[in-house]
């Protein structure tokens, strides 16, 4: 089963994840496992984990082929993109994964450490990133434009960031 892992901070899930997602379907992926990281290593106020976790839910819980993971909650600590994708491995043999990650980590991912390891166990795919960005959603959000928001979330996803 070819699995894409799909893993990143979600803080918020916007339309420009939704199109990657959209893609790797169209590209014939038998799955889509998305992933909020628990704890990022350099993102210290980001929304806490289980309101990113339930953001994922509504921007891709209804597609099909697409699962929102928990792992990384379940692993606890510090995100670590290869203790993520060595612990699935152990848990799913049979999976045949690839990584997903914006093209603009292309070169700096390669200064990761493990990243060789990482690149056997689930070669990377890279997309273009998107004009869309968390970062200015949250800006908007806390600037109070909203309709800036709402241009770049889904409709679901808006009137859950709108509760937190």
Known sequence: MKVAIFGGSFDPPHLGHSSVVLQL???GVDEVLVIPCFEHAEKKNSLPFWR???LCVQAFG???NVTVSIVEQ???GASSSLRTVQHLQEAHPEW???FVLGEDLRESSKLWPGWSDLERIA????FPRSTVSSYL????????RLE????????DVYRLLEAF
């Open 25 to 27: 379907l169209e590209r």
């Open 52 to 54: 990113r976790h339930a």
């Open 62 to 64: 209804s597609y099909p």
């Open 74 to 76: 379940k692993l606890q």
């Open 96 to 98: 045949e994964m690839s």
């Open 123 to 126: 070669p990377p795919v890279f």
């Open 137 to 144: 959603i949250r800006a908007a959000k806390e600037e109070g």
């Open 148 to 155: 800036d928001v709402r241009r770049y979330v889904t409709k």
